[in-house]
C-alpha cells in the first residue's frame, strides 16, 4: 500500500544499521565487559524511552481524549507493544551488574556502611525480582489497551472506550510507581549514596518528551500520505508543538529544582553527584545539554508559527530528538572512573545505532499490523469530515 | 433641517438574525474590499475572525518584551544587590550565586508578562472606554443577547453610504442603520 511507502524506507535502513550496531557491541562485550555495560544501558534507555513513553501517553489520552491523542493512537500502541522486546534488550544489564552496581561488590559492602543499611532494598535478588514486576505491569498494560482498541475497530462498540479508560485511571497510577522505583533501581543506584525524590519523575518526564519530539516527526511524514492526509490537521501539529514545549519546561523546572535543593543544602552526601558533572569538561557539556535541551526548544517552541508549519516542527523536534540523548549520557557517564572525563565511546554509538535500528524496525513493522487510523468512534466522524473538506 | 456631514457619521451598522447570516455578510463585506470593519455577537462565532480578516494580534509580541523585560529586571536587580549595593557573604558562598536569583527571575518573568497582557490588551483595545459610537445603533443592546452586528466604519476608504447600505442590505441584514458619531448629531 502507498501508506507504507515511507515505513519500507525507514525499514531498509533501520535493519542494516540496527545489525551492524548490535554486532559492533557484542564484539565491545568480549573487548571490555565495563565500557560496554555503560555504553548499553545509555543506548537502551534512549530507546526504551520510547516504548515507555508511548504507553504513558495512551494511557493519558484515553483518559483526557483529544484528537492530538486519536491521530497518535496507533503510533502509541505499535510503540508500546515493543515493551517485550525491550525488556529483553535489558537482559544485558543483568548480566553487566557488577559492571554498574557498585552495591554488588563485596570488599564495597563491607567498608560502606550506608550501603550495608541499604542492602534490604539494594541486592541482586531484590533487583530481578522488581525488574520482573516492571515487565509484567507495563507488558499487560501495553497489550490490553492496544489489544482492546484494535477490538473496538472491529466490532466499533462504544462501550470499549469506556473500557479504555477504566484501565487507564489506575494503569497510570501503578505505571508511575513501577517507573519510578525503576529509575531508582536502574539509574539513581549507580551511585548507591545518594538520593533525590524527584528523580523518577525526570525519568517520567524525559521519557514523554522523548516521545512526543519523535511523534511530531513520525506524524509530519505520515500526514503527507492516506490514510492519515487530511487527519492529521495544522490544529494537532499545534498540540504536538504545544505538548513539546511544556515537557521542555517541566523536565527543566524538574532538574533546576533538584539542583537548586542540593546546591542550597551544599551538603556532601548530595553534592557529590554534581560534583563530578562540574569537573573533566562536564560543567561545558552541562552547558551545552542546557542550551540545546532548554533554551533552544524554548524559544522554537514558543513561537506559534514554528508549530503549525509541520515542516518545520519536524525539523526542530528532530534535531531536540537527537540532543536528548545528551541528558542519558549525563545521567549515567559520569558516574564511572573511567568515564570521569567527557568522552565519546565508539561502543556508545554501536548501542544506541544498534538498540535503535532493531527499535525502528520492529516498530515500523508492528505500524503495519492495525489500521493506521484507529476507529474510535469519538473523533472518527470528524476525521471524515475534514478529509471531504480538503 | 442641518445635514448630516460624511464626518459626522460613525458608519453603518447592520443587524442579522444567526450566525451563518453573520459569517456570510463578513465574508461578502471582506470580499468587497472593506476593512475598516468590527462584528458584535453574544457568543463566540467560529471563523468570523477569519472571515472579517482581521489580523493576529500583536499582544503576543507585547507579553514576551514584558516576560523578557522581567527576567533582565530580576536578574539586574539581584545582582546589583547582592554583588555591589549590599555584598554579604551568606553561608560561605560567591557573592555572585546565580543559581540562587533564579526563582526570583521566574516570578519577575510572570509578573511582568501578565502585566503585559492585562495592560498591553487594554491598550489595543483602547480601554477603559464608557462610550462607543456603536452604541448608537438602535437595539444594540441585544448584541449581549440575542442580537448579531455587523459595523463598517466612515473612514473605511471603501465606504459610500449608498452601496455600503445596498451590499449589507443584500447579505441579509434584517435592519441596517447609518449611525452618528455621537447621539444628539441629526440622523
New interface residues.
Given amino acids: 500500500m502507498e501508506s507504507h511507502v515511507d515505513l519500507k524506507k525507514l525499514k531498509s535502513i533501520a535493519l542494516p544499521v540496527g545489525v551492524i550496531g548490535l554486532a559492533a557491541s557484542a564484539y565491545g562485550y568480549t573487548q571490555n565487559h565495563d565500557a560496554f555495560a555503560v555504553s548499553w544501558l545509555m543506548g537502551w534507555t534512549f530507546w526504551f524511552f520510547l516504548t515507555l513513553g508511548s504507553l504513558g501517553w495512551l494511557m493519558i489520552y484515553h483518559l483526557t481524549s483529544g484528537r492530538w491523542g486519536f491521530v497518535l493512537q496507533r503510533p502509541f500502541e505499535a510503540a508500546a507493544r515493543l515493551m517485550p522486546a525491550m525488556l529483553l534488550l535489558f537482559v544485558p544489564v543483568l548480566f553487566s551488574m557488577h559492571s554498574l552496581y557498585e552495591w554488588t561488590h563485596e570488599h564495597v559492602i563491607a567498608h560502606d556502611e550506608l550501603v550495608q543499611h541499604k542492602l534490604p532494598y539494594l541486592n541482586p535478588t531484590g533487583f530481578y525480582i522488581r525488574f520482573g514486576v516492571y515487565a509484567v505491569i507495563w507488558t499487560v498494560l501495553a497489550f490490553a489497551l492496544s489489544n482492546l482498541s484494535r477490538r473496538a475497530d472491529a466490532n466499533g462498540n462504544p462501550e470499549t472506550v469506556r473500557k479504555l479508560r477504566v484501565i487507564s485511571a489506575p494503569g497510570i497510577l501503578i505505571y508511575s510507581l513501577a517507573a519510578t522505583f525503576a529509575s531508582f533501581d536502574w539509574y539513581m543506584s549507580l551511585e548507591p549514596h545518594w538520593f533525590s525524590s524527584i528523580y523518577g519523575a525526570i525519568f517520567m518526564v524525559s521519557g514523554g518528551l522523548l516521545t512526543m519530539l519523535f511523534m511530531a516527526v513520525l506524524a509530519h511524514h505520515l500526514a503527507q500520505r492516506e490514510p492519515m492526509k487530511g487527519v492529521i490537521t495544522t490544529q494537532q501539529f499545534h498540540d504536538f508543538g504545544n505538548w513539546c514545549f511544556a515537557f521542555t519546561i517541566l523536565w527543566t523546572y524538574m532538574n533546576f529544582v533538584q539542583f537548586l535543593i542540593i546546591w542550597s543544602g551544599n551538603l556532601y552526601e548530595e553534592t557529590f553527584w554534581y560534583m563530578k558533572r562540574a569537573k573533566g569538561g562536564w560543567i561545558e557539556f552541562s552547558a551545552v545539554m542546557s542550551i540545546m535541551l532548554f533554551f533552544v526548544p524554548f524559544f522554537l517552541f514558543l513561537f506559534r508559527n514554528n508549530k503549525r508549519n509541520s515542516k518545520v516542527l519536524a525539523s526542530i523536534a528532530l534535531v531536540i530528538f537527537v540532543a536528548r540523548y545528551l541528558e542519558v549520557q549525563w545521567m549515567i557517564a559520569p558516574t564511572f572512573a573511567f568515564r570521569a572525563d567527557v568522552a565519546f565511546h565508539w561502543m556508545d554509538l554501536a548501542a544506541v545505532a544498534g538498540i535503535g535500528g532493531l527499535w525502528l524496525w520492529l516498530f515500523a513493522n508492528g505500524l503495519k499490523k492495525a489500521p493506521l487510523l484507529s476507529g474510535d468512534a469519538r473523533f472518527v466522524e470528524f476525521a471524515k469530515g475534514d478529509k471531504a473538506g480538503h | 433641517m442641518k445635514q448630516p456631514t460624511a464626518n459626522s457619521m460613525y458608519g453603518m451598522v447592520a443587524e442579522f438574525h444567526d450566525t451563518e447570516t453573520l459569517l456570510k455578510a463578513a465574508n461578502l463585506v471582506r470580499e468587497a474590499g472593506y476593512t475598516a470593519t468590527d462584528a458584535f455577537s453574544p457568543i463566540p462565532v467560529h471563523g468570523l475572525v477569519e472571515a472579517l480578516g482581521i489580523r493576529r494580534s500583536r499582544l ?1 509580541g507585547i507579553v ?1 518584551c514584558g516576560g523578557l523585560a522581567g527576567a533582565a529586571t530580576g536578574f539586574a536587580l539581584q545582582t546589583y544587590l547582592s554583588v555591589f549595593q549590599y555584598p554579604h557573604v551568606v ?1 560561605g558562598r560567591p557573592l555572585f550565586s546565580w ?2 536569583f ?2 526570583i527571575i521566574f516570578e519577575l518573568t510572570i509578573l511582568f508578562s501578565a502585566f503585559a497582557a492585562v495592560f498591553g490588551m487594554f491598550g489595543l483595545n483602547g480601554l477603559p472606554k464608557p462610550y462607543d459610537p456603536v452604541f448608537n445603533t438602535p437595539g444594540f443592546n441585544r448584541a449581549s443577547t440575542d442580537g448579531f452586528f455587523l459595523c463598517i466604519q466612515s473612514n473605511d476608504p471603501k465606504y459610500d453610504p449608498a452601496a455600503t447600505r445596498a451590499l449589507l442590505e443584500k447579505a441579509g441584514a434584517v435592519q441596517v442603520t447609518e449611525v452618528a458619531k455621537h447621539p444628539d448629531d441629526p440622523e
Avoid: F, G, K, T
Fill in positions: 503576543a514576551l553561608s543559581p540562587s533564579v526563582p
